[in-house]
């Protein structure tokens, strides 16, 4: 599976006009100033927004050129963002089975498929509660499952940890990163945060008004930052990173 991508989507004042690709298996970071056009691309990829030239194709299948549109579910394409936007009226177990049904999995296969994220992620005990009776974190963990239970090629994940508590951000971080490793699916996230871009991403593009203006490796990009914005990305970061210890009674 690789995801190549070429689009141009015209904005207010400039156009977004980028070419990229994400090999099997890796997670591509894009991060730039709010505004620089990364929802939009993230959109277009997942088939919620029409690019205007440029093609899109996901292991040798198009999903968009200046003609086709496939429709978002037809594209084998997850999408994670900052509201987890579960089915109110389904419980957290039926929530996730709808993505496993989303997937192609028969009734009785997607119930013991969701099931199994529920144990694996220990939310036993919220199985049957309806979105409105979880937190935001137990949301986005539901989420989380709802979107990988339908075996997506590629999981697209939009400032999904900016509404949580920094613990909440932490271990939500953690359990995407280890979820998509487990599952094989690559990724790509969009944040403004450098924690996010380190603990997921393995490469990353940097954005302005639009335009690719950096790219590399994670740790080429922060070690020689193009502009401003990159390198106050990099400064949020902790000189001398602590490890956070569960307590002991
Ligand atoms: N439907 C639209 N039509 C025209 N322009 C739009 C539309 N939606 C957003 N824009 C503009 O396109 C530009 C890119 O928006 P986009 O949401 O992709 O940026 P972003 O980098 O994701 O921003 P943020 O970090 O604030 O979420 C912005 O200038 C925005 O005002």
């Known amino acids: ?108 296969v997607a119930k013991v498929a969701a099931s199994e994220w529920i144990e ?22 539901i989420a989380l499952a709802r979107a990988l239970a339908a075996r997506p090629k590629i999981l697209l994940i939009d400032e999904p940890f900016a509404s949580l508590d920094v613990e909440a951000a932490m271990d939500m971080r953690s359990l995407v990163r280890e979820e998509l490793a487990r599952t094989a699916t690559s990724a790509i996230v969009v944040s403004h945060s450098a924690a996010d871009t380190l603990a997921l991403a393995d490469d990353l593009l940097v954005l302005e008004r639009g335009k690719i203006i950096q790219r590399g490796t994670v740790a080429e990009v922060f070690a020689d930052p193009a502009n401003r914005f990159v390198r106050a990305v990099v400064a949020t970061l902790p000189a001398h990173p602590i490890s956070i210890q569960e307590e002991q009674p």
């Open 120 to 141: 694996r992620l220990g939310l036993q005990e919220i199985a049957t509660h309806r979105p409105e009776a979880l937190s935001g974190g137990q949301r986005q963990r």
């Open 1 to 108: 599976m690789t995801l190549k991508v070429q689009l141009r989507v015209p904005r207010t004042g400039f156009d977004v006009d980028v070419k990229f690709e994400v090999p099997a298996g890796r997670t591509l970071a894009i991060i730039g100033p709010s505004g620089s056009g990364k929802s939009t691309i993230v959109h277009a990829i997942a088939g919620i927004q029409e690019i205007t030239a440029g093609r899109i194709e996901l292991s040798g299948n198009v999903l968009a050129d200046a003609v086709a549109h496939r429709p978002p579910h037809l594209r084998e394409v997850g999408l994670l963002g900052q509201d987890p936007h579960l089915f109110p009226h389904l419980d957290a177990l039926k929530n996730i089975a709808f993505g496993a049904r989303a997937g192609g999995m028969d009734k009785s």
